[in-house]
């Protein structure tokens, strides 16, 4: 089976995937709705691919990529509370309970009291998980280098600055949706 998709460019220089034009294009009906539809699969596309990327180097190392990105926040920290964790990664904090409790048991972090507040448990990460961390760092280096290979320095900071402000947008459109359906109550 060949998973690797075919691109062709388009009279304008730009890469598109034909099959997924053709299935936005009957999805949306009209010619002024498919360029956000396209831009949205192209962006769920480069998102699994990095995902793949992150998943193939962490799983051989025994870790989940939500388990990855708990012990990378945690690198270089003093703790951080479970539901500090859970906001950051936009997350539940019973999913950062279950992945703190994974790491935990495989030596990577621990529950530390804070100091500050009694009441209160931070997570940490130890001197075993900082090991992993530093393992995994060229790899992950020399991964995404490859993933990002042939874009510029000016490309990259393009392409974070549109995914940052498509972030932006859909927190706005969220919290307007929670605002309108709170109304509605």
Known sequence: MNNVPTYEVDATGLRYDPRVRAMMARFAGDGVALPPLEA???VRSAYH???RMRAHGSQGRGISTGALDLLI???GEHGISVGELARAAGVSSRNVTGLVDTLERGGLVRRVPDRKDRRSVLVEITPGGR???EAFREPSRRAMRAIFHGFSAEELAAFRDMCL????NQQRLATELDRI???DS
């Open 40 to 42: 949205a699969a192209a």
């Open 165 to 168: 402000r498509l972030a932006a």
């Open 73 to 75: 926040r945690l690198d």
């Open 49 to 51: 691919a990095i995902e």
């Open 131 to 133: 090991g992993w961390v």
């Open 181 to 183: 359906g709170s109304s």
